[in-house]
Antibody
Framework: EVQLVESGGGLVQPGGSLRLSCAASGFTFANYDMNWVRQAPGKGLESVSYISASSRTIYYADSVKGRFTISRDNAKNSLYLQMNSLRDEDTAVYFC???????????WGQGTMVTVSS | DIQMTQSPPTLSASVGDRVTITCRASQSISSWLAWYQQKPGKAPKLLIYMASSLESGVPSRFSGSGSGTEFTLTISSLQPDDFATYYCQQYNSFSTFGQGTKLEIK
């Protein structure tokens, strides 16, 4: 079964750091581009970051540029999001999503909640 | 950055109705447009990719059209399971989502 499972969410104080992980199974992870998408409580979807299959191409939303770092380990079938200097407005459910050429984001994880609060 | 404007924000309809949601891109994205359905507490589900291609397993009552900057998602005959929030997404340049359309029961 094709599956993505996020972990690492939790409660953190403003200015703190958190590292999210996304474990992939059921497909050849190294062949796929990957994304992080977040959704603040009661709000819409926001693309946070993208990484190509080879890690050669990376994009960030302006809202997280300079604070978040995306990475992957194809040998471990895992995607990561290092989040530093966290702000209240980073509070959201964070989803990882698989992307393949023109197929858009056709596989999603269940999400992990990040709460930034003092 | 490419902005996506989706309308209407809320849509009230009845089972059996035909409904249309529109999405406009701030610049041409060719056909790099996807539609997703999301239910409360769940991850989004891909319905349509490349503006008009139906994702495997998605009922044929869902269809998409458009290219360039104007796109539509049509549900031909609403079923009870279709009441949810729908998002468009451009993936021509990184990714941007529309604000969402909440489809409610009339």
């Amino acid at each position: 079964e094709v599956q993505l499972v996020e972990s690492g969410g939790g409660l953190v104080q403003p200015g703190g750091s958190l590292r999210l992980s996304c474990a992939a199974s059921g497909f050849t992870f190294a062949n796929y581009d990957m994304n992080w998408v977040r959704q603040a409580p009661g709000k819409g979807l926001e693309s946070v970051s993208y990484i190509s299959a080879s890690s050669r191409t990376i994009y960030y939303a302006d809202s997280v540029k300079g604070r978040f770092t995306i990475s992957r380990d194809n040998a471990k079938n895992s995607l990561y999001l290092q989040m530093n200097s966290l702000r209240d407005e980073d509070t959201a459910v964070y989803f990882c999503a698989r992307q393949y050429y023109d197929l858009a984001f056709n596989v999603w994880g269940q999400g992990t909640m990040v709460t930034v609060s003092s | 950055d490419i902005q996506m404007t989706q309308s209407p924000p809320t849509l009230s309809a009845s089972v059996g109705d035909r409904v249309t949601i529109t999405c406009r891109a701030s610049q041409s994205i060719s056909s790099w447009l996807a539609w997703y359905q999301q239910k409360p507490g769940k991850a989004p589900k891909l319905l349509i990719y490349m503006a008009s291609s139906l994702e495997s397993g998605v009922p044929s009552r869902f269809s998409g059209s458009g290219s360039g900057t104007e796109f539509t998602l049509t549900i031909s005959s609403l079923q009870p399971d279709d009441f949810a929030t729908y998002y468009c997404q451009q993936y021509n340049s990184f990714s941007t989502f529309g604000q969402g359309t909440k489809l409610e029961i009339k």
